[in-house]
């Protein structure tokens, strides 16, 4: 391929080579045909030095006027196939350095044997489509953290208010004060998920791999919830199989087994059922947790994994958007899989593929 290639390159060289050649021999060609014809005709008469000088001076300008000719051709071309296009990429990058990113270079007259001015386009247009994308990011982004925040905001600032009334009850007062820790934890909760992902999509955050059990680890993350399946009445369904070693990070892992559980409990129902499963083979092991809560639909799983996303906005209140966004971003630095099965209104099942060694 790349023979093929310097082959290809050897040869349009040899083409332009053999065309400068041609054009500068039948400029030569005419200028000395013309001379040599003036002097034959001057030296059937009779030869003399005013013959020889208008000889000349008839060569010299029609050396003059081949040239001005190539020169206009010249021009020309290059107006068309250089100038012309430099012009629409410099418009087009202008454009995007004004933050305008739906600009885009459209499709240019092929100038040259490698259509390099059309492959700079198409770079650029590419460029353009990423910045397209990261600035709708941003200001969603933005747009969905201030919204973010504003709300557990206003609620404690209302809560705040309240227990300033010296004739509140007690029982009110506690329920208030209990109202503003719960809302200040969450605000935190969603800080630190920020600062998290904020670290893992910018490449802040190293695996620091060690071996370790999977099993236990599993275990140790769902023990962390029995208060809120107690709470709830939840039956667990646990198939964990035994000494499956990995070789991972920990720390980064354990963010993404509790994100998963805390969704499975948060979404099901009193009475309802979550199922942890650990299964493994010579070099993966899959994890899959699975709860009756109340499901989604084919499209809203679609963007499941999106910063920010709410597909059902009822329960908006359950969480902030960012937990399976940093849960996605975690599985794409281990280089592993996730995948999510739902059924609306009768749960969900997420399943997590991991190397055993990453």
């Given at each position: 391929m790349i023979r093929s290639g310097r082959f290809a390159r050897l040869l349009r060289s040899v083409n332009r080579f053999l065309v400068f050649f041609l054009l500068v021999a039948f400029v030569t060609?005419?200028?000395l045909m013309l001379f040599i014809t003036v002097m034959s005709n001057a030296m059937e008469i009779d030869l003399t030095s005013a013959h020889i000088q208008s000889a000349a001076k008839i060569t010299f300008l029609n050396v003059i006027l081949l040239s001005l000719v190539c020169?206009?051709?010249d021009?020309?071309?290059r107006k068309l196939t250089v100038t012309r296009p430099a012009r629409i990429i410099v418009n087009t990058t202008q454009k995007l350095m004004k933050g305008?990113?739906?600009?885009?270079?459209?499709?240019?007259a092929k100038a040259d044997d490698e259509d390099t001015f059309n492959?700079?386009?198409e770079g650029i247009n590419r460029l353009a489509e990423e910045l397209s994308g990261v600035e709708t990011l941003r200001t969603d982004f933005v747009a969905n953290v201030s919204h973010e925040l504003k709300t557990p905001l206003a609620v404690i600032?209302?809560?705040a208010a309240m227990l300033r009334d010296p004739d509140l009850p007690q029982e009110k007062r506690i329920e208030y004060a209990q109202a503003i820790s719960d809302t200040s934890r969450r605000l935190a909760g969603l800080i630190t998920n920020i600062l998290k992902l904020n670290k893992l999509e910018n490449q802040q955050i190293f695996p620091d791999n060690t071996t370790y059990d999977l099993g236990e680890q599993l275990c140790e993350c769902l023990l962390r919830f029995e208060s809120e399946w107690e709470k709830k009445?939840?039956?667990i369904d646990t198939d964990i199989a035994e000494e499956v070693a990995i070789f991972a990070d920990g720390e980064l892992l354990s963010l993404v087994w509790s994100n998963l559980l805390s969704n499975a409990f948060k979404f099901t129902d009193e009475g309802g059922r979550v199922s942890v499963r650990l299964t493994a083979d010579e070099t993966h092991a899959t994890v899959s947790v699975t709860d009756t809560g109340c499901g989604m639909t084919p499209e809203v799983g679609a963007h499941i994994f999106e910063?920010?996303?709410q597909g059902d906005t009822s329960h908006a209140t359950r969480g902030n958007g960012l937990g399976l966004a940093l849960v996605k971003r975690i599985v794409d630095i281990i280089e592993g899989e996730i995948a999510v099965e739902s059924v609306s209104g009768k749960g969900s099942t997420f399943t997590v593929r991991i190397k055993k060694r990453i």
């Open positions: 060609t005419c200028c020169a206009t051709v021009f020309i071309r305008d990113f739906s600009a885009r270079v459209p499709r240019l492959r700079i386009g600032g209302n809560y009445n939840i039956e910063k920010f996303y």
